[in-house]
T-cell receptor, first 109, second 112 residues
Framework: KNEVEQSPQNLTAQEGEFITINCSYS?????LHWLQQHPGGGIVSLFM???GKKKHGRLIATINIQEKHSSLHITASHPRDSAVYIC???????????FGTGTSLTVIP | DADVTQTPRNRITKTGKRIMLECSQT?????MYWYRQDPGLGLRLIYY???????NKGEISDGYSVSRQAQAKFSLSLESAIPNQTALYFC???????????FGQGTRLTVV
C-alpha cells in the first residue's frame, strides 16, 4: 500500500472549469508538497504546506492534518495547466519523501 | 541557471554498459537524493545522502551506486545497465531542518 494516494489518476477538463485534485497520506508528516511535472519531464514545486491553506494565482492548496488529506484546486483552468500534478510528503521521522503516482490533467480549449 | 542541474538530459545506452548520471546544486543544501520515475508509479528513492560522508540506500538501490564528490555534487552510476533501468531519473536536494525540496530537470535514460 502506498503511503500517499492521489485521486483522480487522470482528469480532463474544459477550459475555465474549476479543478480539484486530492491527496491522502497515511504517515506522520512534517510537510506536504504539491509538484507540477510538465510533458518535458521537469518537476517544479508549487506549494509546501504544513497547515491551513496557501494561494498562488489561480492555484489553491489546502491541508487537513487531522484527516491526513490535502487538495489542490485550480480555478479558471487553462490549457497551459495541462501537466501531471504530484503530491509528496516529507515524513516527520527519517525526513524522507514519499510520492503519489500523480494526476494527469488535460485542459481542453 | 537552475538550482539543481542534471546531466545528461537524455541518454541512450546499450545493455551492459556503465553509465553515470550527474547532479550538481547551487542551493548549498546538505541533503541530496536520486529518484527514478516509471509510468504509473510514484517517484521511488534509489539513494540519498545527508552530507558528504553519509550515503544511504533507498528502496530500489540494487544495480545502482552513488558518489557524493562534494556537498554540491551527487552522481548516480549504473554499473551494468539493463533494459528495466529505462526510466526518468531525478535528483533532488533539501536542507536539514527545512521541508522544502528542489528537483532537477530529470534525465531520460533508455537502455537498449
Amino acid at each position: 500500500k502506498n503511503e500517499v494516494e492521489q485521486s483522480p489518476q487522470n482528469l480532463t477538463a474544459q477550459e475555465g472549469e474549476f479543478i480539484t485534485i486530492n491527496c491522502s497520506y497515511s504517515v506522520g508528516i512534517s510537510a506536504l508538497h504539491w509538484l507540477q511535472q510538465h510533458p518535458g519531464g521537469g518537476i517544479v514545486s508549487l506549494f509546501m504546506l504544513s497547515s491551513g491553506k496557501k494561494k498562488h494565482g489561480r492555484l489553491i492548496a489546502t491541508i487537513n492534518i487531522q484527516e491526513k488529506h490535502s487538495s489542490l484546486h485550480i480555478t479558471a483552468s487553462h490549457p497551459r495547466d495541462s501537466a501531471v500534478y504530484i503530491c509528496a510528503v516529507r515524513r516527520n521521522t527519517g525526513n524522507q519523501f514519499y510520492f503519489g503516482t500523480g494526476t494527469s490533467l488535460t485542459v481542453i480549449p | 541557471d537552475a538550482d539543481v542541474t542534471q546531466t545528461p538530459r537524455n541518454r541512450i545506452t546499450k545493455t551492459g554498459k556503465r553509465i553515470m548520471l550527474e547532479c550538481s546544486q547551487t542551493k548549498g543544501h546538505d541533503r541530496m537524493y536520486w529518484y527514478r520515475q516509471d509510468p504509473g508509479l510514484g517517484l521511488r528513492l534509489i539513494y540519498y545522502s545527508f552530507d558528504v560522508k553519509d550515503i544511504n540506500k533507498g528502496e530500489i538501490s540494487d544495480g545502482y551506486s552513488v558518489s557524493r564528490q562534494a556537498q554540491a555534487k551527487f552522481s548516480l552510476s549504473l554499473e551494468s545497465a539493463i533494459p528495466n533501468q529505462t526510466a526518468l531519473y531525478f535528483c533532488a536536494t533539501s536542507d536539514t531542518g527545512r521541508a522544502e525540496a528542489f528537483f532537477g530537470q530529470g534525465t531520460r535514460l533508455t537502455v537498449v
